[in-house]
């Protein structure tokens, strides 16, 4: 079974710092990663995937099959990125059915 | 763009009674999803249709049912609201082309007294 770990419910930094939220996955074959992210009073959006190797407002992630890892990460911080992310997982090819992480809120202060 | 779009922002509700949750696509996509959305606890599947009249069960379907009997409108019903089916409800889609990214809802929050 598929499964992502979001270990940090909450994560607070002050603007300017870097970030790093982490995710770990289990799974056994070749598998997608996404990062989501949810504004406050918006809808939750796609941020970046894997496959795409691309920095989306300034993030980053990096999948490490070795640690079965999919860390999000970011130089330095903005306040308007505080926000609700989540990891998500899904097989590559076959069925589609994305397994989410329990996500993590971050806050960045003034 | 993509527009999925979620009938019910708000909904009150008292137990036992029984709750409809619309989901409507412009965008032709053949898979759509129903998640819950509880702090602490992510976004969990309840159930998803990869065409229509078709269904198969996320991780926590019980109390839950759905229907599509059209491509662009995926329903899910609550046959009888209880307290603990209050939460947030997103519903979500993406094309048969497994290009991975999902398409969500604003969402509807739903309270049960």
């Known amino acids: 079974a598929q499964r992502v770990t979001q270990p940090e419910k909450l994560l607070s930094v002050f603007k300017g710092a870097p970030v790093e939220l982490k995710c770990n996955y289990s799974?056994?074959?070749?598998?997608?990663l996404f990062w989501y992210v949810q504004y406050s009073r918006q809808r939750l959006q796609l941020l970046l995937r894997?496959?795409s190797r691309e920095s989306i407002k300034g993030f980053t992630a990096d999948l490490n099959k070795g640690e079965t890892s999919f860390h999000l990460k970011k130089p330095f911080a903005q306040e308007e990125d505080s926000a609700m992310y989540y990891c998500?997982?899904?097989?590559?090819?076959?069925?589609?059915?994305?397994?989410f992480g329990r996500g993590t809120s971050l806050i960045v202060h003034p | 763009d993509v527009k999925v779009t979620q009938s019910s922002r708000y909904l009150v509700k008292r137990t036992g009674e029984k709750v409809f949750l619309e989901c409507v696509q412009d965008?032709?996509?053949?898979?759509m999803f129903w998640y819950r959305q509880d702090p602490g606890l992510g976004l969990r599947l309840i159930y998803f249709?990869?065409?229509?009249?078709?269904?198969e069960k996320g991780d926590i379907p019980e109390g839950y049912s759905v229907s599509r009997e059209k491509k662009e409108r995926f329903s899910l019903i609550l046959e009888s609201a209880s307290t603990n089916q209050t939460s947030m409800y997103l519903c979500?889609?993406?094309?048969?082309?497994?290009?991975?990214?999902?398409?969500f809802g604003e969402g509807s929050r739903l309270t049960v007294l």
């Open positions: 249709s990869y065409d229509v009249k078709m269904k």
């Open positions: 998500a997982l899904s097989k590559s090819g076959g069925s589609y059915i994305p397994t």
């Open positions: 965008m032709d996509h053949e898979n």
């Open positions: 799974y056994s074959g070749s598998p997608e």
């Open positions: 979500a889609t993406t094309s048969g082309m497994n290009t991975g990214e999902l398409f």
């Open positions: 894997h496959i």
